[in-house]
């Protein structure tokens, strides 16, 4: 165990003892943790301090952003509005591809990212 690792299990220990961590939101229920075996350990903390302040990843945002727009034009009639909708829509696309520094197929990623959570749910 590293240094910061013993001195902040101590400064828990500490506050658990004092009373300090009684009756905070969330006590007694489990706690929501994310898969992030993906991200390197050096990283954890600081995208788990990020994801907890609100900050999303540029790309993540876009791609959030882009499925809104693809949910709102299944609701849009008005010829105008559409066509604003599917302007903003053509253009997150084409800032998410010059952001990935390659052209992005939205279709096929969703298709394939469909096809390998119903890979993962089958195990």
Known sequence: MQL????AEA??????????LNGLPGEGRRLDLVDDA????????AYRLLKNAGFVPAELA??????????LLQTLEDGSERCRAMK???LLRIRLGLSRGRE???RIEQS???KLRERFERR
């Open 4 to 7: 910061i690792d013993k001195l």
């Open 11 to 20: 400064k828990i220990k500490q506050a658990i003892d004092q009373g300090e």
């Open 38 to 45: 993906l991200v390197p350990d050096e990283l954890r903390v």
């Open 62 to 71: 876009l791609r959030r952003e882009i499925s809104d727009i693809c949910s």
């Open 88 to 90: 903003r829509l053509h």
């Open 104 to 106: 992005t197929n939205l």
């Open 112 to 114: 394939y990212a469909d």
